[in-house]
């Protein structure tokens, strides 16, 4: 960082540091509370609960494995989005990780399809 950038921060958090964050100009969301992790995490109870309930009951087995599937992918977004914070950084990182994730979700499902895991 040149001289001139920090002393352009140096005038946008002032003296005595940011007492706001919105001082910044800098469009934050606000944190959550403990009561809103709490409400998350028996979120993933519940879906943890329906995928252990899904892999016990009998169902077919290509029915069963995209419930599961697309359980645990709701998972993972939901958990990336709260925990790692995601969803209070700039909209731009959440739209990357979740464009990732289904990429990523289409080549598994095209891999299952190839080596035909659905067809029992």
Same mark, same amino acid.
């Given at each position: 960082?040149?001289?001139?950038?920090? &002393?352009?921060?140096? #005038?946008?958090? #002032?003296?005595?540091?940011?007492? &706001?964050?919105?001082?910044? #100009?800098?469009? @934050?969301?606000?944190?959550?509370?403990?009561?809103?992790?709490? @409400?998350?995490? $028996?979120? *993933?109870? $519940?879906?943890?609960?329906?995928?252990? +309930?899904?892999?016990?009951?009998? =169902?077919?087995?290509?029915?069963?494995?995209?419930?599961?599937?697309?359980? /645990?992918? %709701?998972? !993972?977004?939901? $958990? %990336?989005? +709260?925990?790692?914070?995601?969803?209070? &950084? &700039? /909209? @731009?990182?959440? @739209?990357?990780?979740?464009?990732?994730?289904? #990429?990523?979700?289409?080549?598994? =499902?095209?891999? *299952?399809? =190839? =080596?035909?895991? !659905?067809?029992?």
């Amino acid at each position: 960082m040149t001289m001139e950038g920090l &002393d352009e921060f140096q #005038g946008e958090i #002032g003296a005595e540091g940011l007492a &706001d964050p919105r001082e910044s #100009g800098h469009a @934050r969301r606000r944190h959550p509370s403990v009561k809103e992790y709490v @409400r998350i995490g $028996v979120i *993933l109870v $519940v879906l943890t609960t329906l995928e252990v +309930w899904t892999s016990y009951s009998g =169902l077919p087995h290509g029915l069963m494995i995209t419930m599961l599937f697309g359980l /645990a992918f %709701v998972k !993972f977004v939901l $958990v %990336v989005l +709260w925990y790692m914070h995601l969803r209070f &950084d &700039d /909209a @731009r990182y959440s @739209r990357f990780f979740i464009m990732g994730a289904a #990429g990523a979700g289409i080549l598994f =499902l095209v891999v *299952l399809l =190839l =080596l035909k895991a !659905f067809a029992r």
